[in-house]
């Protein structure tokens, strides 16, 4: 049982939230390489997004729904 959750904490997705409010779901925790964050997309493809882009990552069990600051408007 301890062995299982030692393996199953490395197996952590994370959210990498964009300077334009995009959200970015990741398999792998991003990395910091040069001037871009390298990490493996959902299919386990191999994706970067520059570092100037990115305003936060966090675990997604961290991360919060965004919602808009104003609503529709009400239906008549």
Known sequence: ???LSAL???AHSYVMT?????????????RLERSSYYYKDARGRDCFVPAGRVREIAPASMVKEEKPMFGAPPKK
């Open 1 to 3: 049982m301890v062995g």
């Open 8 to 10: 199953t904490g490395c």
């Open 18 to 30: 964009l300077t334009n409010g995009t959200q970015i779901f990741t398999a792998s925790k991003p």
